[in-house]
């Protein structure tokens, strides 16, 4: 394993390591090291990663779609969503 300090070092040697190291902290399990390293070996960071399913709007793409939705409020929310994404690739 990838460790925490000098060298490399098991999960167990981590775990204990960073408890005495920063008792202040809310301490960590073998579980949470293991979920980590995980992450460090598929990504190659450890950064927080916004999840898929939370989508990153602009203010503008937000008075759009009110706007669309004052328009015509029983328009689908596909529809209007294509409809705003057209109008924004142009």
Do not use: W
């Amino acid at each position: 394993m990838i460790g925490y300090g000098d060298r490399a070092r098991t999960q167990c040697e981590v775990v204990r390591l960073f408890r005495e190291t920063h008792p202040a902290l809310p301490p960590l399990n073998q579980g949470t090291i293991s979920k980590i390293e995980a992450q460090y070996r598929e990504m190659g960071h450890v950064r927080k990663v916004p999840s898929k399913g939370q989508a990153v709007v602009d203010d503008d793409t937000k008075l759009n779609l009110l706007l669309a939705l004052e328009e015509n409020p029983i328009t689908p929310a596909r529809q209007l969503a294509r409809d705003i994404a057209c109008s924004a690739e142009q």
